[in-house]
């Protein structure tokens, strides 16, 4: 019992620093980097996570796990998959940021767990409660009067929950645990992440090397970028799934703050309705998660056996 206790505790450290991370520092410091084109910002940032993610690994050890990885053509064609599909949300992320569309970004991260239970209804079979399926619908009532009020999709937000939802689906069925997947990821990238700074080079706009504080600001991006993976990572191993559940709306409260608190993001009306109607369905799906796990709880005591 005592040893459990200390452990939880540092789950909840490792877990709440990450989305401290992505929620309130990786917006500012990207923000940072506001006169860059994203597509460099998403090319560095790739380039400069696979050494740092290399001597993580070499620290845990973990090395060594990655020659079976790498000799089988298919997980390396599935890890191909989830990193082209996470890079297209790191991208949008980046976009939304340097576009002063945080507030677009803040809304996809809270609507994401929402599409994981549609995603799961649809793709594995999972029958969402009748308390999940009244948070999908009030998202959805956002998402309709968000779309209306700006006469167009709020493109940022749905492909930021939906490709984060698609590669956290992707992830379970790829036979590689969270660190290693990462480097396999940004090492697959690198490719195409060379190309874009050759081409860059080549048109002349490439600002890596060209300018001192860009550059450092660029080098950083790369740890920036794996640490937040690696805390969650240990934070997940740590603490039970319904916990992890509660604490990823962390990470867009953060954004939301920091959008209208800090980068003076203007807040409409509307906007305020549609988030209101995101924070009840997130509270009621919350409250169906809370519900779900004493149920497990009752259902365990229950099977227990009598002491003698």
């Keep these: 019992m005592n040893s459990t206790v200390p452990d939880t505790s540092r789950g909840f450290v490792f877990a709440i620093s990450a989305y401290l991370i992505w929620g309130l520092i990786l917006p ?17 940032r790739i380039l400069w996570a696979v050494p740092f993610a290399a001597v993580i690994l070499v620290w845990l050890g973990k090395i060594r796990d990655l020659g079976p990885v790498f000799r089988s053509p298919k997980t390396l064609g599935l890890a191909a ?8 949300n790191w991208g949008v992320y ?18 994401n767990p929402l599409v994981n239970v549609l995603m799961g209804a649809v793709f594995l079979g999972e029958r969402p409660t009748r308390l999940q399926g009244i948070a999908i619908a009030l998202a959805s009532l956002a998402v309709a009067i968000l779309t209306m ?4 999709l709020p ?18 069925v790829l036979p590689i645990g969270a660190t290693e997947g990462f480097f396999v990821e940004v090492v697959l990238l690198s490719v195409p992440s060379l190309a874009v700074v050759a081409w860059l080079a080549g048109e002349g706009t490439l600002r890596f090397g060209s300018d001192a504080g ?8 790369g740890p920036l970028t794996a640490i937040p993976l690696i805390l969650f990572a240990a934070g997940a191993k740590r603490l039970d799934l319904s916990t992890i559940g509660i604490l990823q709306y962390i990470a867009p409260t953060m954004l939301f703050v920091t959008a209208v608190f800090i980068f003076d993001e203007p807040f409409s009306g509307w906007q305020l309705v549609a988030f209101a109607l995101i ?12 519900s779900a796990g004493r149920a497990r709880r009752r259902m365990a005591a229950e099977a227990a056996p009598c002491p003698s």
């Design 214 to 221: 860009a550059s450092w600001l660029l080098v950083g991006a």
């Design 81 to 88: 998959l989830t990193a082209s599909i996470i890079s297209v």
């Design 149 to 152: 009020q700006a006469g167009g």
């Design 28 to 44: 500012t410091y990207m923000k940072l980097l506001a006169d860059v084109a994203p597509v460099e910002i998403v090319a560095q």
């Design 155 to 172: 493109w940022i937000s749905l492909v930021l929950a939906f490709s984060f939802g698609t590669y956290g689906l992707l992830r379970k």
């Design 94 to 111: 980046v976009y939304a940021v340097v576009s002063d569309q945080v507030l677009a970004a803040a809304l996809g991260y809270y609507i």
């Design 279 to 290: 924070w009840t369905a997130v509270a009621i799906y919350i409250g169906s998660m809370l």
